[in-house]
């Protein structure tokens, strides 16, 4: 159980430092709106695993899985919201900036806002069906059949929950300590730029993988 244990903290650890979605957006939402903006969209998308690790306890995975019409909408929605969020950034790349405005702002202050931070992070998780697939075809290694698998599969999401939030909270105070640099008009909307389009392929790509 120890190793089995171990083999897991190992292959969480790993998924979660990986470059993804996840780290696009805590970056973008970093940028954004500072440390705070980071942090409650990473508190967003972790707390999407926990409808994940139900899903695959109960069984509504297996039904996605085995449904094409059901898989195929949920991958649609998925990666429609993913290309959304890729427009927003775009949009604001091409917004001009007043960077004698800027200069004015307090430290730490930005455009944050709590629910928008939250939801963004929350839907960008829940809605994206190869999280689904992975949790569905992982977590089962590390189930004891004799015991709840929805309490051991709420567990084990608490597990990567914890390892996921603390690896995006780092990213977020390392993106924000550079935003002397980040802040800049230019920098701003090259960073916004990159990330609108990073999303939007991504979208895409989730929209016609197979």
């Given at each position: ?12 650890t ?7 979605i ?18 409650f969209s990473?508190l ?57 405005l ?14 928008r ?24 290694q ?12 709420l ?10 939030m ?7 105070v ?14 701003q ?22």
């Amino acid at each position: 159980m120890e190793n089995s244990l171990f083999a897991y903290l190992v292959a969480m650890t790993l998924l979660t430092i990986t470059p993804g979605i996840d780290t696009i957006l805590v970056i973008r939402n970093t940028t954004r709106g500072g440390v705070k903006d980071g942090f409650f969209s990473s508190l967003g998308i972790c707390s999407g695993l926990f409808v994940h690790a139900t899903f695959s306890a109960v069984g509504i995975s297996v039904i996605l899985l085995h449904s094409a019409v059901a898989f195929g909408m949920l991958k649609l929605i998925g990666a429609g919201y993913l290309i959304w969020l890729g427009a927003v950034s775009l949009r604001s790349a091409m917004k001009r900036r007043d960077p004698a405005l800027q200069s004015e702002l307090p430290a730490g202050f930005g455009d944050f806002r709590l629910s928008r931070s939250l939801r963004e992070g929350f839907l960008s998780n829940v809605l994206n069906p190869k999280t689904i697939v992975f949790y569905m075809a992982f977590l089962p290694q590390f189930i004891d059949p004799t015991r709840s698998a929805l309490t051991q599969a709420l567990s084990l999401a608490g597990l990567h929950f914890l390892i996921a939030m603390i690896w995006q909270t780092f990213l977020a105070v390392m993106v924000d300590r550079a935003k002397v640099i980040l802040m800049k008009a230019k920098v701003q909307r090259v960073m916004d730029g990159v990330t609108g389009v990073l999303m939007m392929m991504l979208g895409a790509l989730l929209a016609w993988d197979r």
